[in-house]
């Protein structure tokens, strides 16, 4: 199971909202690439950093921040999104040293952008697929979309997608446990790679996580729980046998 460290950058700060409420932000560290050293240092194999402001904006805002953390944690991929709408934003992100670049809104929208991308970066597309109530999330989370989550799941498999990263917004941020059994059900529905995010916040939560394995969960992305919760990366590690 691989444990992914978030770092949500807002205004090149790094911060956490609570279900995705852009009114609702609590800034940990005004350096960012510390951040993401610490988490290396303390173990991690990946690093997931998001843009916030480049979500709400539809185009990159922090983009020079990524790029410095991805040359500080070296050979440690970056996966990284936030505001991807069109190639060139793409190619900006891989340019930067990332090495999976997440689509959000754009790949509801318009569906044939993910398939062309997953095409010309075969292996280097994720979709973050954000979800409440089974419906998917646009814009920063802003708004609701009649989409179906599992429906749009299939969609980005056939479109050759590397994972697919599934967030359940009424958890996140706020550490009460993660959606099991949703993030099960996403993952029995496809045969990619799921990334479960969304209010994992303790260490029956890891071991949760690993009994969701079997059923093609190969990763679980932490936030708020590392920064405030008291929640320890190398117990996490521990838990998931890392």
């Known amino acids: 199971m691989l444990?992914?460290?978030a770092i949500d950058l807002k205004n090149g700060q790094c911060v956490r909202l609570r279900q995705g409420r852009m009114d609702d932000v609590t800034v940990f560290s005004d350096d960012p690439v510390s951040v993401a050293k610490r988490w290396v240092d303390e173990g991690a194999q990946r690093i997931h950093v998001?843009?916030?402001d480049g979500a709400l904006k539809g185009m990159?805002?922090?983009l020079k921040s990524i790029e410095k953390i991805a040359a500080a944690v070296g050979k440690v991929p970056v996966q990284a999104g936030g505001g991807v709408r069109d190639e060139e934003t793409v190619q900006k992100y891989l340019d930067a040293g990332v090495s999976f670049v997440i689509i959000g809104t754009k790949a509801v929208v318009t569906p044939h952008f993910l398939r062309d991308l997953c095409i010309e970066y075969p292996r280097h597309i994720m979709v973050g697929l954000d979800a409440k109530e089974g419906r998917v999330a646009l814009d920063g989370w802003s708004k609701i979309s009649h989409h179906g989550v599992m429906?749009?799941?299939?969609?980005?498999?056939?479109?050759g997608v590397e994972a697919i990263i599934y967030t359940d917004i009424g958890r996140?941020?706020?550490m009460g446990?993660?959606?099991k059994e949703s993030t099960r059900e996403l993952a029995r529905s496809v045969k990619t790679a799921v990334i479960a995010s969304?209010?994992?916040?303790s260490l029956d939560d890891m071991r949760a996580l690993n009994e969701l394995a079997e059923d093609g969960v190969t990763g679980c992305i932490i936030g708020r729980a590392l920064y405030e919760g008291g929640l320890q990366f190398k117990d996490?590690?521990?838990?998931?046998?890392g």
């Open 151 to 159: 429906e749009m799941a299939q969609h980005c498999e056939r479109d």
């Open 172 to 174: 996140d941020g706020m």
């Open 50 to 52: 998001v843009d916030l």
């Open 198 to 201: 969304g209010g994992v916040s």
């Open 177 to 179: 446990g993660f959606n």
């Open 60 to 62: 990159p805002i922090n």
């Open 3 to 5: 444990l992914i460290p």
């Open 236 to 241: 996490c590690l521990k838990a998931v046998g």
